[in-house]
């Protein structure tokens, strides 16, 4: 079993950077695909980006492209998602959840993730 927890949630202004964490327990970290997603209220839960197991591949929701960032670090079992230039529309608590599966490429279909966190709440003002 794989737990994540994510941390770096908060409420800033819109234009303002903001980067999430999300730990994960355990030793097969490195194999994992890694993939953020997010939910606003009264909205389903949709895609942000993902992560390959090597890092060597990622992938990005079309409205945050050039604007976020995931990178990894798998000596502290640690993926980040780096926001910038954040959006009153990028409001919504922000999920991280894990690939087992060894991919080139990681998929954007949440039922593809077997390992989620808990969530942290992102809030942007205008």
């Known amino acids: 079993q794989v737990q994540l927890a994510e941390s770096g949630g908060g409420s800033v202004q819109a234009g303002a950077s903001l980067r999430l964490s999300c730990v994960a327990s355990g030793r097969a970290f490195s194999r994992y695909g890694m993939g953020w997603f997010r939910q606003a209220p009264g909205k389903e839960r949709e895609f942000v980006g993902a992560i390959n197991w090597s890092g060597a591949s990622t992938d990005f929701l079309d409205s945050v492209k050039g604007r976020f960032s995931i990178s990894r670090d798998n000596a502290k079992n640690t993926v980040y998602l780096q926001m910038d230039s954040l959006r009153p529309e990028d409001t919504a608590v922000y999920y991280c959840?894990?690939?087992?599966?060894?991919?080139?490429?990681?998929?954007?279909?949440?039922?593809?993730?077997?390992?989620w966190g808990q969530g942290t709440q992102v809030t942007v003002s205008s």
């Open positions: 959840a894990a690939d087992r599966d060894l991919r080139v490429v990681v998929p954007r279909d949440s039922k593809a993730y077997e390992y």
